[in-house]
């Protein structure tokens, strides 16, 4: 399904939505399950719309869900946005190379965001998206790790501790080069957890810029239960 409106900005964003989201217990697909009394992919579409950046969003739906939901969400796309959903896959990775294939000409940004990190906010969308126009191949937000990490062995026995300071915890969106993402995505051999995975495979720089608290990601119960509290605080 297709609502095509007069281009407003160079950026295209995906959306892999056809996670069942095991790990947030029985129930709809995880993009599907609300929060605030509306679903996660509302919440990250409207958002979405809000960065001026973006002149498209094309969402990887769940099997057989396509129109149910485009029906659900094209009233929070504003004029000017073009919006589109399609099938997803079976993997995150072929949601994700669906969704690029289905980009109209026009847009030689390309961000990769998560449904399930709903909260996002749209100066989030543009700072990545900035970055990658600044001239990056690739560009991903993170924040600081602030836990004390070990190295543990067999028998769960700590080998040493890792140093933090130069870890980073990443989130999205990520953000790529039309044709960096296009020509990885065509190249990729074995499924990775991230698209930005793919580019360092490929040998490609991967550049970071400040996260987001917000851009939390949804996976847990628990999580739902904090971005409930942040939502009503905002």
């Known amino acids: 399904m297709t609502a095509q409106q007069p281009m407003r900005g160079d950026v295209a964003v995906l959306v892999p939505a056809a996670g069942l989201g095991t790990r947030l217990g029985p129930g709809a697909p995880k993009a599907l399950r609300e929060l605030g009394g509306v679903s996660l992919l509302a919440h990250t579409v409207r958002r979405l719309a809000c960065a001026r950046a973006v002149g498209c969003v094309v969402v990887a739906a769940p099997v057989g869900q396509t129109d149910a939901v485009y029906a659900a969400l094209v009233a929070d796309v504003p004029v000017g946005l073009d919006f589109r959903v399609i099938e997803g896959g079976q993997t995150r990775q072929d949601s994700v190379a669906a969704a690029l294939a289905a980009v109209p ?14 909260l996002a906010p749209p100066d989030l969308v543009e700072r990545v998206a900035t970055a990658v126009r600044d001239g990056h191949d690739a560009v991903i937000p993170v924040l600081p790790v602030v836990d004390t990490i070990k190295e543990v062995g067999p028998g769960e026995v ?10 980073r915890s990443v989130q999205t969106p990520q953000g ?12 990729a051999a074995d499924p990775l957890t991230d698209d930005a995975g793919l580019v360092e495979k ?20 628990l999580d739902l239960v904090l971005a409930e509290a942040l939502l009503h605080v905002r």
């Not at 000409?105 to 399930?116: F, K, N, S, T």
């Not at 080069?177 to 190249?187: E, G």
């Open 158 to 167: 700590v080998l040493g501790t890792v140093d933090r300071s130069v870890l």
């Open 202 to 221: 490929a040998g490609l720089p991967v550049t970071c810029v400040p996260g987001s608290d917000l851009a939390l990601k949804i996976t847990r119960p």
């Open 176 to 187: 790529f080069r039309h044709d960096v993402l296009a020509a990885v995505h065509a190249s």
């Open 105 to 118: 000409p026009g847009y030689p940004i390309i961000l990769v965001h998560d449904a399930a990190r709903a």
